[in-house]
């Protein structure tokens, strides 16, 4: 079992800046990829950013992209997801999560994640 607690969120006024934290414990050798999804009321939950462990090769959903950017810290089982540029459409909660196996696609679907943390909410003022 992998266990995923995650936190930053917080509210914060259009073009502010977040920084999310999720730290992994427990069998942390069968992580393959990480990632932070978000889900909005009355959406569906959605890619934001993945990072594979080992290499550190990351992608970011478009929506995002040249604002956010998911990190992992040197040596350690923490991801980060640095908000920078937010927007009310960025309003939702963020989850971290972990997945032991990707597609030949990468790990852009939800499906491929087996560990969740909490979420935390992120609300962005306009």
């Known amino acids: 079992q992998v266990q995923l607690v995650d936190s930053g969120g917080g509210l914060v006024q259009a073009g502010g800046s977040l920084r999310l934290s999720c730290a992994a414990s427990?069998?942390?050798?069968?992580?393959?990829?990480m990632g932070w999804f978000r889900q909005a009321p009355g959406k569906e939950r959605e890619f934001v950013a993945e990072l594979m462990w080992n290499g550190g090769r990351t992608s970011h959903a478009d929506s995002v992209k040249g604002r956010f950017v998911i990190s992992r810290e040197n040596g350690k089982n923490t991801i980060y997801l640095q908000m920078n540029n937010l927007r009310p459409g960025d309003t939702a909660v963020y989850y971290c999560a972990a997945s032991s196996g990707c597609s030949a696609y990468g790990c852009q679907a939800t499906s491929l994640y087996q560990y969740w943390g909490q979420g935390t909410q992120v609300t962005v003022s306009s």
């Open positions: 427990g069998r942390t050798f069968s992580i393959y990829a």
